[in-house]
């Protein structure tokens, strides 16, 4: 069975840093790519970084310089680093596991505000 868990999200003033972490089990973890992806209140969800199997990452515009996406393939687990936090970043936060297959998450609330 698998399972796609994101941990860590949370309320925090702007500014702020606050770390994502994800366990994916149940897959082949270390080769999927590995994403963030983020939908605020009445918008559509977005890309905000992937990780691919080797290493690799891209990022949204409007993360690039604060945010961090990184992978632990012996942990099953992909993580994000957010710091400068903006009350734009304000969202649900979830992982996707992706190859010919594509998991989420259930997603965890980030809210941003002072």
């Known amino acids: 069975q698998v399972q796609v868990v994101e941990s860590g999200g949370g309320f925090l003033q702007p500014g702020g840093s606050l770390r994502l972490s994800c366990v994916a089990s149940?897959?082949?973890?270390?080769?999927?790519?590995m994403g963030w992806y983020r939908q605020a209140p009445g918008k559509q969800r977005e890309l905000v970084a992937t990780?691919?199997?080797?290493?690799?990452?891209t990022y949204a515009d409007s993360v690039k310089g604060r945010f961090t996406i990184s992978r632990d393939n012996a942990k099953n687990t992909v993580y994000l680093q957010m710091s400068s936090l903006k009350p734009e970043d304000t969202a649900v936060y979830y992982c996707?596991?992706?190859?010919?297959?594509?998991?989420w998450g259930q997603g965890t609330q980030v809210t941003v505000s002072s």
């Open positions: 149940g897959i082949f973890f270390s080769s999927y790519v």
């Open positions: 996707n596991a992706k190859t010919v297959f594509d998991y």
């Open positions: 990780v691919t199997s080797t290493g690799n990452t």
